[in-house]
């Protein structure tokens, strides 16, 4: 890590902040993750059938792999427009807390909420561990600016990533296109699995992979809220056996 | 042009069904910050729901998968994911070693069958 010192001059202007921001990126592997996520996510869009203009402004406007990959595989399957938004509505609950607890480092005494506004929105996993490992060496009065200038890095990479992707699918052999479409679930299966410490995360996976073929032969056209609500719950009710036992 | 753009239907369902359903939470994080306790119950289970909603998704791509992916068979998906998460165990949980692993197996595995 080559941030400069929190007393350095090259902290005195929020532009410099926010250019440290955006070479930041080059310092993480969660960016090439990011990168190969993104580009599964642009291949998976041209053969659900959307445009390139509509892939990126999903990442440019949702900015959560999960919920874009729920947006896509539903809509593009022939769902309505409800499940879609009741399933997106359900994956992005967890943004709320990591807003709640990433905002507070780059909070001053003086800062408006509205400054804010667009902090929140970059907000998302990676942005969130990022922040956690780069913040608390950056001046806290430059730290808007320089989340600002990592998030703008981070979208920049993965809009790159999108229209490559996208490209990709549309001009490679069958093949190669199936390797890049690939690359979501793999990519979303393991950091998932990565993620997941507790008992009710790791069931609720596992869970959630075995009981969506089964609501799907039942057909119901809500088939991913319905797995995902039943394997949810089983998972957090094991864990509630297990607190009381 | 209008290849690029799409259609505009398309973008209003983007923002009905994926935009503000996303962005709400995060602007709600932004208004109602603070007091909330991240180890509450209620979260607990949204979590597990969140997580299992996602794998959902993923088995959704793998059973009925999109395009290309389609001209896979079906023996072959399943078998490059289990083969990706072995090395995802073994390589002490490296996002990288079970992608790789399981795009491999897959690549191979194609190209064996012709």
Same mark, same amino acid.
């Given at each position: 890590?080559?941030?400069?010192?929190?007393?350095?001059?090259?902290?005195?202007?929020?532009?410099?902040?926010?250019?440290?921001?955006?070479?930041?990126?080059?310092?993480?592997?969660?960016?090439?993750?990011?990168?190969?996520?993104?580009?599964?996510?642009?291949?998976?869009?041209?053969? =659900?059938?959307?445009?390139? !203009?509509?892939?990126?402004?999903?990442?440019?406007? +949702?900015? !959560?792999?999960?919920?874009?990959?729920?947006?896509?595989?539903?809509?593009?399957?022939? !769902?309505?427009?409800?499940?879609?938004?009741?399933?997106?509505?359900?994956?992005? +609950?967890?943004?709320?807390?990591?807003?709640? =607890?990433?905002?507070?480092?780059?909070?001053?005494?003086?800062?408006?909420?509205?400054?804010?506004?667009?902090?929140?929105?970059?907000? %998302?996993?990676?942005?969130?561990?990022?922040?956690?490992?780069?913040?608390?060496?950056?001046?806290?009065?430059?730290?808007?600016?320089?989340?600002?200038?990592?998030?703008?890095?981070?979208?920049?990479?993965?809009?790159? %990533?999108?229209?490559?992707?996208?490209?990709?699918?549309?001009?490679?052999?069958?093949?190669?296109? =199936?390797?890049?479409?690939?690359?979501?679930?793999?990519?979303?299966?393991?950091?998932?699995?990565?993620?997941?410490?507790?008992?009710?995360?790791?069931?609720?996976?596992?869970?959630?992979?075995?009981?969506?073929?089964?609501?799907?032969?039942?057909?119901?056209?809500?088939?991913?809220?319905?797995?995902?609500? %039943?394997?949810?719950?089983?998972?957090?009710?094991?864990?509630?056996?297990?607190?009381?036992? | 042009?209008?290849?690029?753009?799409?259609?505009?239907?398309?973008?209003?369902?983007?923002?009905?069904?994926?935009?503000?359903?996303?962005?709400?939470?995060?602007?709600?994080?932004?208004?109602?910050?603070?007091?909330?306790?991240?180890?509450?119950?209620?979260?607990?289970? #949204?979590?597990?729901?969140?997580?299992?909603?996602?794998?959902?998704?993923?088995?959704?791509?793998?059973?009925?998968?999109?395009?290309?992916?389609?001209? #896979?068979?079906?023996?072959?998906?399943?078998?490059? #994911?289990?083969?990706?998460?072995?090395?995802?165990?073994?390589?002490?949980?490296?996002?990288?070693?079970?992608?790789?692993?399981?795009?491999?197996?897959?690549?191979?595995?194609?190209?064996?069958?012709?």
């Amino acid at each position: 890590m080559l941030l400069p010192p929190l007393d350095s001059p090259q902290w005195n202007s929020s532009l410099r902040a926010f250019a440290w921001g955006m070479r930041s990126v080059g310092w993480t592997i969660l960016a090439a993750v990011l990168f190969a996520t993104y580009l599964g996510i642009g291949a998976l869009a041209h053969d =659900s059938g959307f445009s390139l !203009a509509w892939t990126l402004l999903s990442t440019l406007l +949702v900015w !959560a792999g999960p919920a874009q990959i729920i947006v896509i595989t539903t809509l593009g399957s022939g !769902a309505t427009i409800l499940q879609a938004a009741l399933a997106v509505t359900m994956s992005a +609950v967890r943004l709320f807390p990591m807003v709640v =607890s990433v905002l507070p480092l780059m909070r001053t005494e003086k800062t408006k909420r509205r400054e804010l506004i667009l902090a929140a929105h970059f907000t %998302a996993v990676t942005l969130w561990v990022e922040c956690h490992r780069f913040l608390p060496q950056v001046p806290r009065e430059r730290r808007i600016a320089f989340v600002h200038g990592l998030g703008t890095g981070l979208l920049c990479v993965s809009l790159c %990533a999108n229209a490559i992707g996208f490209l990709l699918a549309a001009n490679l052999s069958r093949t190669l296109g =199936s390797a890049i479409l690939l690359l979501t679930p793999l990519a979303f299966l393991f950091s998932t699995a990565r993620n997941s410490k507790e008992i009710a995360d790791v069931l609720a996976l596992v869970l959630g992979l075995l009981f969506y073929p089964l609501a799907a032969l039942m057909d119901s056209g809500l088939d991913i809220l319905v797995s995902g609500v %039943a394997a949810g719950s089983v998972a957090y009710g094991v864990h509630r056996l297990r607190e009381r036992a | 042009m209008s290849e690029f753009l799409g259609d505009w239907h398309a973008l209003g369902v983007l923002l009905i069904a994926g935009v503000i359903p996303n962005q709400i939470w995060r602007m709600l994080g932004l208004w109602f910050g603070g007091g909330l306790d991240e180890g509450s119950e209620l979260l607990i289970w #949204v979590r597990a729901v969140a997580t299992a909603i996602l794998a959902g998704v993923i088995a959704q791509i793998l059973v009925q998968p999109p395009g290309a992916l389609a001209s #896979v068979p079906g023996f072959l998906r399943y078998g490059s #994911v289990v083969a990706g998460f072995v090395a995802f165990m073994l390589a002490r949980r490296s996002i990288f070693a079970g992608v790789a692993c399981g795009e491999i197996v897959m690549l191979a595995g194609k190209w064996w069958l012709g």
